[in-house]
């Protein structure tokens, strides 16, 4: 059964600084990992995607990394700010649907 | 509008009452889902839809009941709730279900059962 852990659970950086979150799985026979931005109380929003036959994937100030012989991804954040302050979760997909971790709530200080 | 959309937002209902959760997308997919979204759990799997039929049912007590009429609308429908059913519920949708897809999400229905 696919168990997909996350940390640290909670990070506080001051801005400017750049960070790193942590996601690992257990079954490495995965289709994809996802990363979203979840905001309190809200739904989820896509991050990056990477399949499963690539490593890494980039859009803007993020950086989404995978290791499936390792059952590692990790999220890195450029220069953070106030705003990317939020919850990530990553998800593997090993076959119908998603499963997620508990996820990193990130504060980000100005 | 354009993405996953689902009403009301918030919700309030008594053990006793019966409510009907909507969820539609605009994305031309063809697979939708419901999770759960628990305090301090993960997110849980709770239905898949893939061109409108049930393709899998994560062990949901039948007081929940989803419905998918096409592939753009799903409903959850909810009777004779508990308290520990309050939760925020995260409807889905994804090209298919083949698992390379990426998955789109709404803003979620946060239900309170009284």
């Known amino acids: 059964k696919q168990e997909v852990t996350q940390i640290p659970a909670a990070l506080s950086v001051p801005e400017g600084e750049n960070l790193v979150l942590n996601c690992s799985f257990t079954?490495?026979?995965?289709?994809?990992l996802q990363w979203f931005r979840q905001d309190p109380g809200k739904g989820l929003t896509s991050l990056l995607l990477?399949?499963?036959?690539?490593r890494e994937q980039t859009s803007g100030r993020l950086n989404a990394s995978l290791d499936k012989s390792s059952g590692r991804s990790t999220l890195y954040i450029a220069a953070s700010q106030p705003g990317d302050s939020a919850t990530y979760l990553c998800?593997?997909?090993?076959?119908?649907?998603?499963?997620f971790g508990k996820g990193t709530t990130l504060s980000v200080s100005s | 509008e354009t993405g996953v959309t689902q009403t009301p937002r918030h919700l309030v209902m008594g053990m006793t009452n019966k409510k009907s959760l909507k969820c539609e997308q605009h994305?031309?997919?063809?697979?939708m889902y419901w999770y759960k979204q628990s305090a301090k759990k993960p997110l849980e799997l709770m239905f898949v839809?893939?061109?409108?039929?049930?393709?899998e049912n994560n062990s949901v007590p039948s007081r929940f009941s989803p419905e998918c009429p096409n592939s753009s609308h799903l409903f959850l429908h909810l009777h004779t709730l508990q308290p520990e059913d309050s939760a925020l519920y995260l409807c889905a949708s994804s090209q298919d279900t083949q698992g390379y897809t990426e998955a789109f999400f709404g803003q979620g229905t946060r239900l309170t059962v009284v």
């Open positions: 990477i399949q499963s036959s690539q």
């Open positions: 839809y893939n061109f409108k039929e049930q393709t």
């Open positions: 079954d490495s026979a995965i289709y994809n």
């Open positions: 998800a593997a997909s090993a076959g119908t649907a998603l499963i």
């Open positions: 994305l031309g997919h063809n697979a």
